[in-house]
């Protein structure tokens, strides 16, 4: 049986593993970290095309009843003035609507559903470097361990290792100029409407909170940093300089900000973002090693895609090694089948980050230039937005192999 290495345990990892399970390929995922690691960003937005992915190989059901569903998102000015009001996905065919939900979930969900469909996963195992077998490819780890496999895929992060195997000269990510931060606070109900997320253009950062059904309010922020900050800088950091930053920043501005930064959880902590706007090379030239995921295409948090392309990515990845007759044109057709679309969601992530951080100018621009155009998008009911999350994948449906190219 083919044999795969898959290096993260994040949310792309176990999809891919169950998925390459459905086509007779066996797949073993390496994590760095412990089963219980805390995974930093509270909560994200998990959009209806992720959960297509899921279902087209049978996992959205144990998915389904996490978080809670969203219908709109309602946007603000500083002053609290409605700039404009859209629905939170695409109105798709199949109904599926999009979702806010703790991201350790969401990654603990995945990893229950492959360990009860038999996927190994092996903790403790950061990798290192890889290196070619004579029909194969050898992971090496931190620990002095290793692992063989036909190919590996490269399923770990925006700051990803693997990138760097298959081309040591790959661009590094590019910082976002804005940082996040954000929770869950049980027992606080906010001024919202029901099942709206309400997101703020605020003079000095962006804030947004949206109540949820049991009664309490999950909330984040994007304040503005400019230039990359130092290793250290964000972590040496304490609560209270977070808040009393956050609190200075919203200070004058309408909205729930002040008293959700008097109730949320601590510590309250934050951190820098990044997307990767082009990867020249998602695979090598020998078909061994392939990227999926943020490895390959990290979007800002803005586009509230990062989780469902990984996702798209997994399913995707799978199809094209079923029906190809080598890893090679698998991994070549399945650069040909994601890259438009990934680069285009990266993009559209990076204007929307590009407005939460506007100068007096720019926010004057912005709050006149928005109204505009949240009503031309609230008029087509979503529709403009459907290439975005009316995305959907026949798992059923071959793929057609394109001829590879030879990597320069």
């Known amino acids: 049986m083919t044999r795969a290495l898959i290096i993260g345990s994040g949310i792309a990892g176990p999809v891919l593993a169950v998925a390459l399970k459905k086509v007779g390929i066996d797949a073993v995922i390496y994590e760095r970290g412990s089963r219980d690691d805390d995974r930093r960003g509270a909560w994200i937005s998990f959009q209806a095309n992720g959960m297509d992915a899921l279902r087209a190989v049978g996992l959205a059901e144990p998915i389904e009843d996490i978080g809670y569903p969203v219908d709109d998102i309602g946007f603000v000015n500083g002053k609290g003035r409605s700039l404009g009001r859209l629905p939170m996905a695409a109105r798709r065919p199949d109904g599926q609507t999009s979702v806010m939900m703790p991201r350790v979930d969401l990654y603990n969900a995945l990893a229950d559903q492959a360990t009860e469909r038999g996927v190994a996963v092996e903790y403790g195992k950061e990798f290192v470097s890889a290196d070619y077998t004579t029909d194969g490819v050898r992971a090496r780890f931190a620990d002095g361990s290793t692992a063989e496999g036909d190919f590996l895929v490269g399923a770990d992060g925006i700051h990803s290792r693997v990138r760097t195997a298959i081309d040591p000269e790959a661009a590094p990510p590019r910082y976002v100029p804005v940082l996040n931060t954000g929770g869950y606070i049980p027992g606080l109900t906010v001024d919202a409407p029901d099942r709206e997320f309400v997101m703020q253009f605020g003079t000095r ?69 990044y997307d990767m706007p082009v990867v020249k090379n998602w695979h090598d030239a020998r078909g061994r090693m392939v990227l999926i995921g943020d490895a390959a295409h990290a979007t800002a948090p803005s586009a509230g895609q990062g989780a469902a392309m990984s996702l798209e990515d997994a399913v995707i990845l799978t199809q094209c090694l079923r029906d190809c007759p080598d890893t090679t044109s698998a991994f070549e057709t399945f650069v040909s089948l994601r890259r438009e679309r990934v680069e285009k969601i990266v993009e559209h992530g990076r204007r929307g980050s590009a407005q939460k951080a506007a100068g007096p100018i720019g926010r004057v621009i912005r709050d006149l230039m ?30 057609v192999p394109v001829t590879p190219v030879l990597q320069k």
Do not use: C, Y
Request: proline share 9%; charged share 25%.
């Open 205 to 273: 950062a962006f804030f947004a909170w949206m109540n949820t059904p049991d009664g309490g309010t999950v909330w984040f922020s994007n304040p503005p940093m400019k230039d990359e900050p130092a290793k250290g800088v964000l972590s040496g950091m304490s609560d209270e300089d977070w808040r009393g930053w956050l609190r200075e920043l919203m200070a004058g501005d309408a909205g729930p900000a002040e008293v959700i930064l008097d109730r949320a959880p601590a510590p309250l902590t934050g951190w820098t973002t």
């Open 370 to 399: 928005l109204p505009l155009i949240f009503r031309r998008a609230a008029r087509d009911d979503g529709r403009s937005m459907m290439w975005l999350q009316g995305h959907h994948i026949d798992f059923e449906q071959p793929v």
